[in-house]
């Protein structure tokens, strides 16, 4: 256990919905990344947040989106689902202490997203 | 971009063997190294970390990596698996500048037979 939580569990959308996941950094983390692992894979970076702004960003569409909280919780957004979009959704908390910096990431159990 | 490299896809070993797993990263510059664990059922966990010093690290459960700047590779060895030990492992790098993309392997399952 990481103290990383994230909800829902599973999640099964259709193409073209929208869908919002969530996720609980560690008690006295600051910074969220979001990792998409499809099947057979790694897992990718989409984004981080850092003090409830995007602190970086990997090769994903606009149409993922994030927001952090002032609590430092997270979600992602993803609107225009696509069949490709199918994987488990990852975060991982921090504690960073400046914006360009790295400290170990705590991961969550994921979300699995299937999309129809 | 940075890639990481992990050659086996699945290894398998009967317990007491000895294990090795190939990560090789492209990235010229100066870089930060890890490997994941994910035991079944389980969060994906760190396993160890190579940030700089020596190049041999130690990690949690008897397992060790050597980083090899010349060849670009930060293999995986434990001297005698356990079947507890049964789980996927991920390398993954991060550049010194601009640390806060992780980039992982696809990984390799290890299956460990009693």
């Known amino acids: 256990e990481t103290g990383v939580t994230q909800s829902p569990t599973h999640l099964i959308k259709t193409r073209g919905q929208q869908v919002t996941l969530r996720c609980s950094s560690q008690?006295?983390?600051?910074?969220v990344s979001w990792y998409q692992q499809a099947l057979g894979q790694g897992p990718q970076f989409i984004f981080q947040y850092y003090r409830e702004e995007e602190n970086g960003r990997g090769n994903f569409p606009p149409r993922f989106s994030g927001l952090q909280f002032p609590n430092y919780s997270s979600e992602l957004n993803v609107n225009a689902l696509e069949l490709d979009d199918s994987a488990l959704y990852l975060c991982?908390?921090?504690?960073?202490?400046?914006?360009?910096?790295?400290?170990?990431?705590?991961f969550g159990p994921g979300t699995r997203l299937t999309v129809l | 971009a940075q890639s990481v490299s992990q050659h086996n896809h699945h290894v398998i070993l009967s317990e007491a063997a000895s294990l090795e797993l190939g990560c090789n990263y492209s990235y010229g510059g100066t870089v930060n190294l890890f490997w994941y664990v994910q035991y079944p059922g389980q969060h994906l966990q760190l396993l160890l970390k190579y940030f700089s010093g020596d190049p041999l690290v130690k990690g949690i459960k008897g397992f060790e990596a050597e980083f090899i700047k010349s060849k670009f590779s930060f293999n995986l060895r434990k001297p005698s698996v356990q079947w507890s030990d049964t789980a996927e492992y991920f390398c993954?790098?991060?550049?010194?500048?601009?640390?806060?993309?992780?980039?992982f392997g696809k990984g390799t399952k290890l299956s460990v037979i009693p």
């Open positions: 008690s006295g983390h600051n910074t």
């Open positions: 991982a908390s921090s504690l960073l202490v400046n914006r360009g910096g790295y400290n170990e990431q705590f």
């Open positions: 993954a790098v991060i550049p010194e500048a601009g640390s806060y993309q992780l980039t």
